[in-house]
């Protein structure tokens, strides 16, 4: 039950790594995700969750299945150890499985069944019967809109509202003032890997096999709730399918797991099916905008009022904070943003790709393009005009920013030029063109890290990292700027990730991974370089500068300092391997950071059936230096097909009597498929940001998923005339609107 590490290929070197060193293993299936782990002990297990969304177990009778062959124990409030309050980590659902007969919200687990076999758990948990005293519950945003209250954001988040200069004033300027509204649908994140959990307990000692993007998250959670030692606990996620921001926070179904090892002894196995995928780790909560624009005769803006709604649970509070992102996207003297939320009984919300901005940048973008139209102004113009020299909310510089570089290259790729002004002016057929483009912004988080670089005799390298891969190339890339900043050849690094026991650093979230744990690499490296000019010199050195590592040696670039092999320098020491740590602590908050990005867009709409299609996507981005071209654009090409399903195709839908999503699957949720996706051109503007890291790099995961819903829509806008405001934009949407 011990990880393995990912050996980079034989191929590329370092700065030149053109492949993906993990590809081989992922699509032969020698890389285990957690439900691929096993052991001779084994047992499975398998959740029965609420039918209603809120009310009391008044019966539970397990007996019928308790009697199936196989069938280990069936675990409810009556009969499970008892849990302790999570006071650290984050497991902001806060709820405590299998301890109380209360139900907060449809498909909370009330039953654990495990057996000896797989087919065994499914038979019993089909057994067990439960009878429910129904409560009236509050299950639809237009229901609990009247009870929305101020929310308490998490402080990295920033504050609920903002107020900067005098709206008022900043609208008595304004020549033109637009203010419309904006809705967008509540998603889920379906990871191509439903999350899953295998803990083993034995020894007094828990070694945890989980589907996660924070392993470190999930030990001090079970730690809390299970009162162990965080040391007594092991979690190990080396590869995770997809995450999208589900597996981030801590669930009640990794609790659970834990618990029932501890509690029978042994190893057990649970697998979300994906019908309990939609209940069972939150989902990007619906939102409702409403924008305010004022601006003068030339574009430049007077005043900006944005405000969003969004359903929290009825037993925890999450905060979509869609209006974010206009504190910080265009200079204005006047800006508002506020934010409220509804609590209804459903699972407690959480973030996904692209969380915030996300939603919140279709309602400013498509607000933008409304008021370029009412000014007769080109929309790439209008947002050229409004260009933000400075964060207008807090008045601190950007770390880096070449947003213009990305309208200028964007609009040139694309040949914008050419847009005719007026809509309904280009068609193909039966069908009517249209071309939209939309700005894009993340807000960039970081979190400490630590690494190690252990260096053997034959100058072969191994990384070594706490920090998960979620699809989104993570050896790869780490081993890359090891093999950089050391000198040696790529196929010399090995990498090791996924694991409590190596170094510890944050959450595989908010586009944090390679800036913040690439920084800590880059340090162990130079640690590394260090430790062997010493070794070498005998003499003290402070600087990495003028050493490499290469072919088993190392090399003194600087002075007359002939080569010195590896493997005599830690025999002459008395060394198995050379071992070094580095860490990395965010530093500059004087500054603002923050990625940016151009989105133009082309739709065709068949002019009978109102069917939007994207023809094109062209993106030009600013992210700070791209470590590697390869993962980085397969990061914003699949951003780009999540914004073509949140435009077009995404929605959960609550049947308000039932309390419960009416398509718990992949055949009413609908998801982009490769005929829905065209012709990706995805670019970078060249830059180095060393205030955000010391490689120089931002994040690029969730930003490709920003701004493409908004350029659909004013593309669809363009198209017919008719304008889109709310998400997804579908056939009877665009039949039924009025132009």
């Known amino acids: 039950m011990t990880p393995r590490s990912v050996p980079l290929s034989p191929g590329p070197s370092a700065p030149d790594a053109r492949f993906r060193v993990d590809a081989v293993a992922k699509v032969t299936g020698s890389a285990r995700y957690t439900a691929d782990h096993t052991a001779p002990d084994v047992r499975h297990a398998v959740l029965v969750t609420a039918s209603v969304p809120a009310g009391r177990i008044t019966e539970l009778h397990t007996t019928a299945a308790e009697k199936l062959p196989g069938v280990v ?11 302790h309050p999570v006071t650290a980590g984050m497991y ?76 008022q004033e900043g609208l008595a300027a304004a020549t033109t003032i637009i203010e419309s509204s904006y809705s967008t649908a509540s998603r ?111 574009g430049s803006l007077t005043a900006l009022r944005h405000t969003s709604l969004s359903p929290t649970s009825l037993y925890g509070e999450y905060v979509e904070m869609a209006a974010t992102c206009s504190r910080t996207a265009y200079a204005c003297p006047a800006i508002s943003t506020a934010h409220r939320v509804a609590p209804v009984a459903a699972i407690l919300p959480t973030p996904m790709r692209a969380p915030h901005e996300g939603p919140g940048m279709f309602a400013l973008e498509s607000a933008m393009d409304e008021l370029a139209h009412e000014l007769r102004i080109d929309p790439l113009e209008l947002r050229r005009r409004n260009h ?30 050419e847009r005719p002004m007026a809509p309904r002016s280009m068609r193909a057929g039966r069908e009517l063109i249209g071309w ?31 920090t998960q891969e979620i699809g989104t190339g993570t050896y790869t890339v780490l081993g890359q700027i090891a093999a950089q900043t050391l000198g040696c050849a790529a196929e010399l690094v090995q990498v090791r990730l996924g694991d409590t026991e190596l170094p510890r650093t944050g959450m595989t979230a908010g ?21 062997l000019a010493q070794l070498a010199t005998g003499a003290q050195t402070e600087t990495a500068n003028g050493v490499r590592l290469a072919d088993g040696h190392v090399h003194f670039t600087d002075s007359a300092t002939e080569p010195v092999a590896v493997a005599e320098l830690l025999q002459r020491h008395g060394l198995p391997e050379l071992a070094a740590e580095g860490e990395w602590t965010p530093q500059n908050d004087a500054l603002s950071l923050h990625t940016f990005g151009a989105v133009f867009a082309e739709v065709a709409v068949d002019e009978d059936l109102c069917v939007p299609r994207v023809r094109r996507v062209v993106a030009a981005y600013s992210a700070g230096r791209i470590i590697n071209p390869l993962t980085a654009r397969s990061q914003m090409t699949g951003g780009i097909a999540w914004g073509i399903g949140q435009a077009l195709l995404e ?62 829509a004013n593309a669809v806008f363009h198209a017919t005339g008719t304008r889109p405001r709310s998400l997804p934009i579908t056939p009877e949407a665009l039949l039924t609107a009025e132009r």
């Open 651 to 712: 929605q959960s839908v609550t049947d308000a009597a039932l309390g419960r999503f009416v398509s718990k699957d992949l055949s009413g949720y609908l998801l982009p498929v490769h005929a829905d996706v065209p012709e990706l051109d995805v670019v970078f503007v060249d830059e180095f940001d060393e205030q955000a890291s010391t490689i120089g790099a931002r994040g690029t995961g969730e930003l490709g998923a920003v701004g493409v819903s908004a350029a659909i």
């Open 436 to 466: 939209g483009m939309a700005g894009a912004t993340m807000n960039q988080f970081r979190f400490p890290a630590a690494a190690r670089i252990r260096i053997q005799p034959r100058g072969d390298v191994l990384v070594e990292a706490g």
């Open 92 to 167: 902001p659902h806060g709820l405590l499985p299998l301890q109380e007969d209360r139900i907060h919200y449809e498909g909370e687990p009330v039953a654990l069944v495990v057996a000896e076999a797989w087919e065994q758990a499914v038979a019993a948990a089909h057994r067990v019967r439960v009878r429910y005293t129904v409560q009236p519950a509050v299950t639809t945003l237009d229901e609990a809109a009247p009870e929305a209250y101020p929310p308490t954001p998490l402080p990295r988040w920033g504050p609920a509202d903002t107020e900067v200069g005098d709206l």
């Open 188 to 298: 889920h994140h379906n990871a191509m890997e439903p999350a899953a959990t295998l803990a083993r307990y034995a020894d007094g000692k828990l070694t945890v096999h989980d589907a996660s993007q924070g392993v470190f998250n999930v030990q001090t959670v079970l730690a809390c709730a299970l009162d162990m030692e965080p040391e007594d606990i092991r979690v190990l996620s080396p590869f995770t399918g997809g995450g999208f921001g589900s597996k981030g926070y801590t669930w009640p179904h990794e609790i659970i797991v834990a618990m029932a090892a501890r509690h029978l002894g042994g190893t057990v196995l649970l697998a979300l099916n994906r019908a309990q995928s939609f209940t069972s780790h939150g989902y990007q909560p619906q939102t409702r905008q409403t924008i305010t624009l004022g601006a003068k005769a030339d």
């Open 511 to 531: 586009s944090s991974t390679t800036l913040s744990v690439g920084s800590a690499v880059r340090a162990a490296a130079r640690n590394a370089l260090m430790q």
């Open 388 to 417: 933000a020299l400075t964060d207008p909310t807090s008045g601190k510089p950007f770390s880096s920013k070449e947003l213009l570089a990305c309208y200028a290259t964007g609009a040139r790729r694309f040949g914008w030029d």
């Open 73 to 83: 124990a069936v675990l409810s409030h009556r009969n499970a150890p008892k849990l």
